[in-house]
């Protein structure tokens, strides 16, 4: 199994990025994801996720009004969509995966895959 993030880059403050999260080994419309970020010394924030059905979702305060998550079953392919960037939203993201836990659970979903570094100039 593995997940790779990518659609990372340099983005001006109000800009707008799109990360994609590609499976491999799995079939996501199995499972729940999730999108997170760390940076050097930081806690992991859990910033979004959708269900396995894609009925709900969840946004971090942080984020919410300007990240949208989505899901393309027949692609394979969870999709952040960054809207509104601040500085602060500079670190590295990330996405994981479960087919059991529920986004209340992020934290504890089985897959994790590499991640693509998001860097907003101010």
């Known amino acids: 199994v593995q997940l790779q993030a990518y659609g990372g880059g340099l983005v001006q403050a109000g800009g707008s990025l799109r990360l994609s999260c590609a499976a491999s080994?799995?079939?996501?419309?199995?499972?729940?994801i999730a999108w997170f970020r760390q940076g050097p010394g930081d806690v992991r924030e859990g910033v979004s996720c959708v269900s396995r059905s894609g009925s709900s979702t969840y946004s971090a305060d942080s984020v919410k009004g300007r990240f949208t998550i989505s899901r393309d079953n027949a692609k394979n392919t969870v999709y952040l969509q960054m809207n509104s960037l601040k500085p602060e939203d500079t670190d590295e993201y990330f996405c994981a995966a479960d087919p059991f836990h529920a986004c209340d659970q992020m934290n504890e979903f089985d897959y994790w895959g590499q991640g693509t570094l998001v860097t907003v100039s101010s």
């Open positions: 080994g799995i079939t996501l419309d199995n499972f729940a």
